[in-house]
């Protein structure tokens, strides 16, 4: 099967910081590639799919990009409301496996 | 408003049985793919399993295989996820979610149910 594998599992960084996490599949999903954010006791919120595809009502902030194996998620200006765990998944077939998640703070 | 509401979460011993409902609304339930995800508590996310629109097709995690099944009832706008042979592993918070845009990532979540598996 499919793994994910997130770097890096978890960072720090400042208010109006540009931040990047990157996603690596074991094998490749062309840009089947979906991003989730996921706020301490809330439920996993979908940003980002087909790679680069912006969810509805999500900040321009937030951005994808990648296909085949390598992928990234871009906060082009770090708020305190992204204090969150973010995932990965690949979603076009089963089974649909998640990364393991990066837990990002504030600095 | 699209919904989905969880329930049939609960303690129970290991080697045991546990059966968790979906029920939905505010969308065509009948028309959609439906999925379970579980997370267990303070750890990442990992996909359960899969049912078709129509029942047809389901897929499984290799971790539940053989000992999980999946189901649903159009009529009743409900989709069941059997849990059976439980193991402490098990344990999570088991969310019911699903996929509006076909080719898109889970976009609908409910808010989970607890599934404990201790002696």
């Known amino acids: 099967d499919i793994q994910m594998t997130q770097s890096p599992s978890s960072l720090s960084a400042s208010v109006g910081d540009r931040v990047t996490i990157t996603c690596r599949a074991s094998?490749?999903?062309?840009?089947?590639l979906a991003w989730y954010q996921q706020k301490p006791g809330k439920v996993p919120k979908l940003l980002i799919y087909a790679a680069s595809t912006l969810q509805s009502g999500v900040p321009s902030r937030f951005s994808g990009s990648g296909s085949g194996t390598e992928f990234t998620l871009v906060i082009s200006s770090l708020q305190p409301e992204d204090v969150a765990t973010y995932y990965c998944q690949r979603h076009n077939s089963a089974p649909y496996a998640f990364g393991q998640g990066t837990k990002l703070e504030i600095k | 408003q699209m919904q989905l509401v969880e329930s049939g979460g609960g303690v129970v011993q290991p080697g045991g049985s546990l059966r968790l409902s979906c029920a939905a609304s505010?969308?065509?339930?009948?028309?959609?793919?439906m999925y379970w995800v579980r997370q267990t508590p303070g750890k990442g996310l990992e996909w359960v399993a899969v049912i078709s629109y129509d029942g047809s097709y389901e897929k499984f995690a290799d971790s539940v295989k053989g000992r999980f099944s999946i189901s649903r009832d159009n009529s009743k706008n409900t989709m069941y996820l059997q849990m059976n042979s439980l193991r402490v592993e098990d344990t999570a918070v088991y969310y019911c979610?699903?996929?509006?845009?076909?080719?898109?990532?889970?976009?609908?979540w409910g808010q989970g149910t607890l599934v404990t598996v201790s002696s």
């Open positions: 505010g969308f065509t339930f009948s028309t959609y793919a």
């Open positions: 094998q490749d999903i062309t840009r089947y």
């Open positions: 979610v699903s996929r509006i845009v076909v080719t898109g990532g889970f976009d609908y």
